[in-house]
């Protein structure tokens, strides 16, 4: 199951990725070229140089789990084309870039949220 809670991470990897590499293939990459844990429960996202295809590989507390999504028509809005190898990623700008919604151009507006030691535990 996908948990998705507040201490999950997204990282977009912004080098294209083989899409024929699968559970091992996915976790090397996250562990050599991202310099990251893949056991660590965070989202890794990898989209083919077409933009047409994508993964994201996870570790759901006992196993590699691998969601998948390829395109008929149109490409993902992604810049490919940034400096770093990974890029940190909000929940909101994966459902954009999931939806086919151009991130680069919209205006995400300031809103009032309360510091980490005033939120109330629910």
Known sequence: ?????????????SE??????SFNGLSALVKHRLDADPLNGHLYVFII???TQMKILYFDQTSYAIWSKRLEQGQFVSDHHTRSIKQSSSFAQLQCLLEG????????YKRFSLPETQRIAV
């Open 1 to 13: 199951m996908l948990r998705l809670d507040g201490s999950v991470r997204i990282w977009l990897c």
């Open 16 to 21: 294209p990725t083989d899409m024929r590499k």
């Open 49 to 51: 140089r077409r933009k």
């Open 101 to 108: 919604i151009d991130i680069r151009h919209a205006r995400q």
